[in-house]
């Protein structure tokens, strides 16, 4: 067992801040539950019907489930609607499928998942925000909360667009924030345009023909060109690409033959990879010379190739004046000496890209990797855990973003 968790000292700007930060336990509670209760994309039953328990429990004006499967959106208006204005907030809920290793009580119970990004932390702020402002509703317009399903390769947010998201809760911008563990607590990071790369999968079919081993000169080896293949797609990044664009193509997996066939050439041999970029021309340009490398490539050692590349997420890009909007913000919450607001953009992927597709808004991170080693583990490690100590500061920034966007002026 790890030794107990020292005493929250992070400290933030604000009434929001100061009164979300009495229900500090409650918030943590509710999180470490959802953390030994992970669910898989489209799966989140348990973790919904939480959820709306504690929307219900705040005082949400309207709870909707079921969009985009599993997902669930929560209505709070303001004291006053004249601005007709309506902000949207964005929190992910799914966990992943690779097995815990920590030890503390609120592990995952169930073998093969764990929320090893940190969803349960970024559902619990947001749900910490409908809290905040249900009760004080010191806003002019209307909130839109959306509890996401599916972000970890489901495309869980196109899932509820496609299901009316928008076209039921006309927002008239998006945000969301995801958990950093490089970047300590009380900090946040943006940055206007590309905040994250888009994220394809590539599959290469190559076909030979097969034979025996000790007379390998009567066979077309398709090992032989995969492994020819994964050397020449290197090429695309250093030799296609413009080095002031930026681009990864990643040959990551390769099947072919039975491990047990010492002489058995086999007949096919496959590859699988991802691309990331950020600009949609490049996007094209790596399609093209991959489908174009890896046929010539083939055909040079008698093989054939064919190449499946999949788009699976677009790039996350932040709109101009939402960031601008984010920035101040966060600098009202943490102060402006702890905003980076020229963060590098990363080459991970998001679905949140989606509804930046549709609507205006700003994706930023949120600092929790603290000196003690608490939130340290970077994501998608097996030993990670979520920061319990930023739930208020997260939540505030929340809290802050509709309120700032939709001001209540005291009427003359």
């Known amino acids: 067992m790890l030794a107990p968790r020292p005493v929250p000292t992070l400290k933030a700007n604000g009434r929001a801040f100061a009164h979300i930060s009495a229900y500090h336990p409650e918030l943590t509670a509710f999180r470490r539950d959802l953390h030994a209760h992970p669910e898989l994309g489209f799966e989140e039953v348990y973790t ?3 959820v709306k328990e504690a929307l219900e429990h705040c005082g949400a004006d309207e709870i909707h489930s079921g969009i985009g499967k599993t997902g669930v959106v929560a209505v709070i208006k303001g004291k006053r609607n004249t601005s007709g204005k309506m902000t949207g907030l964005r929190a ?25 990004c940190g969803h349960d932390g970024h559902t619990a702020m947001l749900v910490g925000a409908a809290r905040y402002l249900a009760a004080t509703r010191e806003f002019d317009g209307t909130a839109v909360l959306i509890f996401q399903p599916g972000e970890e390769g489901f495309a869980g947010a196109k899932a509820m667009i496609e299901d009316g998201l928008f076209d039921r809760f006309p927002v008239d911008a998006v945000y969301a924030m995801h958990n950093w563990p490089a970047m300590k607590p009380g900090t946040v990071g943006i940055r206007t345009g590309p905040m994250m790369a888009a994220a394809d999968r590539v599959t290469i079919e190559i076909t030979g023909r097969g034979g025996h081993g000790a007379h390998a000169y009567m066979t077309v080896d398709p090992v032989l060109a995969a492994a020819h293949i994964i050397t020449a797609v290197q090429s695309i ?12 193509v990643s040959i990551c997996a390769m099947q072919a033959g039975d491990l047990g066939a010492m002489s058995v050439v086999p007949g096919k041999a496959t590859l699988v990879g991802t691309v990331r970029s950020f600009n949609p021309e490049v996007q094209d340009l790596i399609e093209r010379r991959l489908s174009e490398l890896c046929s010539a490539v083939a055909l040079g050692f008698g093989a054939t190739a064919s190449v499946h590349y999949e788009r699976i997420y677009p790039a996350t890009v932040n709109s101009f004046d939402e960031t601008r909007f984010a920035v101040k913000v966060a600098e009202s919450v943490v102060g402006p000496d702890h905003v980076v607001s020229d963060m590098a953009p990363s080459m991970g992927a998001e679905d949140f890209s989606f509804m ?14 603290a000196e003690n080693g608490v939130g340290s583990c970077f994501l998608h490690n097996a030993r990670y855990d979520f920061n319990d100590d930023i739930l208020p500061l997260g939540a505030a920034l929340h809290a802050g973003l509709v309120e700032q966007s939709m001001p209540l002026i005291a009427s003359r």
Do not use: C
């Open 92 to 116: 992910d809920m799914d966990a992943l499928t690779m097995t815990e290793h920590n030890d503390f009580a609120w592990k995952s119970q169930k073998t093969g998942m764990m929320h090893g």
């Open 237 to 248: 990044a250093s030799r296609n690409v413009n080095p002031v664009d930026s681009a990864v």
């Open 48 to 50: 919904a019907a939480r």
């Open 356 to 369: 930046l597709q549709v609507k205006p808004g700003a994706y930023m991170r949120i600092g929790q990797g």
